[in-house]
């Protein structure tokens, strides 16, 4: 071990060391050589290149009583390496480590995140993304809630139609209203999605296209901006009434029937100083779906009148 060491720092080895033909003063004799070769051992254990005096043939002096490191200028000038300088590069390479473990770690989180937001069925994940990405395009002032709004002047007069989509798409600034908002829109847009509409995308889109449409043209009335509370109370509104045997535990709160569900969601948005009328209005258009859709083709002479068109 101790002669590959040597030959490392090309040093000669453990026996020329110790003989006399190296040119030594008298008195040196192998103590000197037992003291050159500690030393060099010392100095590799703390990390440092430094070389023996006799590598460049000057002889090796004798040790004194506690024989001290040489001082910092001196290791530079003998090595051209600083003490301590291999371990601020050990330390550095730690941190090195340890930041790449946590890029690592974040990106591993990442894709595992972007892996399961891909499982969600295509409408469902469609419609999230979109409302969440125009909240934040407002939280950060790129968009005005102005440009959003539904204003028939402004759609049928100035052609502004991205507005007939937009008022679907805004639920407000963030906070605990909007929060509340999108879990219920991921939940039952997904429940209904992966169940009663599993394998029929056609027709869940249909079910948007109807109710949007609907719900456009009873706002005129009631001078409504915002409609995706509304649309949000009929996903809730059609799932209720498909699962009528689900019990729903409300925020640890109440248990009921799926079908109370709805009327519970209409109560809990009106504490929360929302206008009911927005969650009638999606109650309503829900229940005239569900009764077009699943009640009236199953009674005698009925038939289904909401036909997916062809083009979705």
């Not at 109370?233 to 045997?245: E, K, N, Q």
Request: with cysteine; aromatic share 16%.
């Amino acid at each position: 071990m101790l002669s590959k060491l040597w030959a490392v720092f090309n040093v000669p080895s453990l026996p020329l060391l110790w003989r006399p033909s190296l040119g030594l003063p008298k008195g040196t004799g192998s103590f000197s050589g037992v003291w050159a070769c500690r030393e060099i051992w010392t100095r590799s254990r703390r990390g440092l290149l430094c070389c023996s005096a006799s590598q460049r043939g000057q002889p090796v002096t004798p040790a004194s009583p506690g024989p001290r490191p040489p001082a910092a200028g001196a290791l530079h000038r003998r090595c051209g390496l600083a003490e301590g300088g291999w371990a601020g590069l050990g330390g550095g390479l730690r941190e090195l480590g340890s930041g790449t473990k946590s890029a690592w770690e974040a990106s591993m989180a990442w894709q595992g995140l972007a892996t399961e937001f891909l499982q969600v069925p295509a409408v469902t994940r469609t419609y999230t993304a979109a409302c969440i990405l125009t909240t934040a395009a407002v939280q950060l002032e790129l968009l005005s809630p102005f440009q959003l709004y539904f204003n028939p002047h402004l759609v049928f007069r100035k052609f502004q139609v991205w507005r007939l989509i937009t008022s679907f798409l805004f639920f407000g600034p963030l906070g605990f209203s909007f929060f509340f908002n999108m879990l219920f829109v991921f939940r039952y847009c997904r429940m209904l999605e992966e169940g009663s509409f599993r394998g029929r995308t056609a027709d869940f889109v249909f079910m948007f296209l109807f109710g949007g449409l609907l719900m456009t043209l009873l706002g005129l009335l009631g001078s409504l901006f915002f409609l995706g509370q509304a649309l949000t109370a009929m996903l809730v509104y059609v799932w209720s009434r498909r699962s009528p045997g689900v019990r729903v535990n409300f925020f640890g709160l109440l248990t009921f029937q799926a079908p109370f569900l709805p009327w519970a969601l209409m109560g809990f948005s009106m504490l929360l100083g929302n206008s009911i009328l927005v969650d009638l209005l999606g109650i309503a258009v829900g229940h005239v779906y569900y009764f077009l859709e699943d009640v009236f083709p199953n009674q005698p002479g009925g038939k289904r009148l909401l036909l997916t068109p062809s083009f979705l």
